[in-house]
């Protein structure tokens, strides 16, 4: 979405913060921080142990590092996987009776013709179509989270060919909501 994820993109200062894979470059990491008079519950000041198996693991922090080192000297990308992802969502948009959410480069296709915009309203989908819709997807290559209230994103990996097959899976889907 952005160099600062969300928070950068809607101008947010969170009292805490969670992070995790980018961290890791594709290895297991995370990390959370956040303003110092909630910090001060950890240890050593504070009685709240943290710890984990993988914590401070140098070769996933020195992966991360090289990944988030990467995307700040090509923040282009942003603005190109934001403009696919745009497009794409758009045509589905044409396409189907369905609603879509987008924010940057992630999207949902939930199964009803109602806006989606808190949990009850995602609930209210129809699950059997989005059952029916992601294996008439994974039949043609496409591989969609295999739930209906999860994300998918879109990668600087993913092709306008890939794209264009999502939308055409959109199209060819018997839609009766």
């Not at 969670?18 to 950890?42: H, N, Q, S, V, W």
């Not at 989908?125 to 998918?152: I, K, M, Y």
Request: include cysteine; aromatic fraction near 10%.
């Amino acid at each position: 979405m952005a160099p600062g994820g969300a928070q950068e993109l809607f101008s947010l200062k969170p009292d805490l913060t969670c992070l995790g894979k980018i961290m890791g470059g594709g290895l297991p990491a995370a990390a959370f921080g956040g303003r110092a008079d909630i910090m001060e519950y950890l240890a050593p000041q504070g009685s709240v142990y943290q710890a984990g198996t993988l914590s401070g693991n140098p070769l996933a922090v020195a992966a991360g590092t090289a990944v988030l080192s990467w995307l700040d000297s090509h923040r282009h990308i942003y603005d190109e996987l934001e403009t696919k992802t745009a497009a794409a969502v758009c045509e589905m948009q044409k396409k189907a009776p369905a609603y879509v959410s987008r924010c940057g480069s992630a999207f949902t296709l939930f199964h009803c013709t109602h806006t989606v915009e808190n949990a009850a309203q995602a609930r209210k989908q129809d699950r059997e179509s989005f059952s029916r819709f992601w294996n008439h997807c994974r039949s043609r290559g496409v591989f969609l989270p295999p739930s209906p209230f999860e994300t998918a994103f879109i990668s600087t990996a993913h092709t306008d060919a890939d794209m264009e097959t999502l939308i055409q899976c959109v199209d060819e889907f018997s839609w009766n909501l």
